[in-house]
């Protein structure tokens, strides 16, 4: 697992994720970023997939990203937190690390899904964040290189102290699960 600070249309990965919406055609954030980047058959492709529902998850190719694919998946807009927010936020977690390990990508990044737009507090998103991933990690052993793109420093700072504890807790069963710049 590792913590980065930079522009997730640039990374040379398996798959990066997309926080997108229901309508997967495409708006701003990391969405129109990546758009933007992958051209004009990313739009043909997202198409043929008829929407995704928030929680849900879907893949497509990667197209003139360094990326081989995408997994587009569709966060909750924060509302207060009663809304059922917690759970659909892990849900979009925990259904792009299934679709990486079905695909056997090893390789998978990560933006901080609705903690921009969609206004989720980036504390409880990057916890969630953190916890599905390492869960799913450790129950499937893959995929075996997870990146979290942050976008802002305020976010790198939050996955920086999350991770850090996460990696204390498991200093002394395995050291090599987690790096960070
Ligand atoms: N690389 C990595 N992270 C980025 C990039 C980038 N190039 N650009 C922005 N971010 P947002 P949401 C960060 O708003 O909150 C779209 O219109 C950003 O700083 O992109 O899930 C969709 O179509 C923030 O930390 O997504 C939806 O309508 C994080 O990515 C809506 O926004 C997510 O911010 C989804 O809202």
């Known amino acids: 697992m590792q913590v980065i600070l930079g522009n997730i249309t640039q990374l040379k990965v398996d798959a990066i994720v997309n926080a997108a919406n229901t309508s997967l055609l495409g708006g701003g954030g990391v969405d129109g ?18 929407g995704c529902k928030t929680g849900d998850a879907k893949l497509t190719k ?26 659909l936020l892990a849900q979009c977690y925990r259904k792009c690390m299934e679709i990486a390990i079905e695909q056997k990508f090893e390789s998978i990044a990560f933006p901080c899904i609705s903690t921009g737009i969609y206004k989720y507090p980036k504390d409880l998103a ?44 498991n200093d002394s069963q395995d050291e090599n699960v987690f790096s960070s710049d």
């Open 62 to 87: 990667g197209y003139r990203l360094p990326a081989r694919f995408i997994i587009h998946t569709v966060g909750p807009v924060w509302q207060g937190g009663d809304c059922g927010e917690p759970e």
């Open 126 to 169: 990057g916890e969630i964040a953190v916890k599905i991933c390492y869960e799913q990690m450790q129950k499937n052993g893959a995929p075996q290189n997870i990146t979290f793109c942050c976008f802002d420093w305020d976010n790198h700072e939050v996955y920086e102290r999350i991770v850090a504890v996460l990696r204390l807790k």
């Open 33 to 50: 970023a990546i758009h933007k980047a992958a051209g004009p058959e990313l739009v043909d492709e997202c198409r043929s997939l008829r």
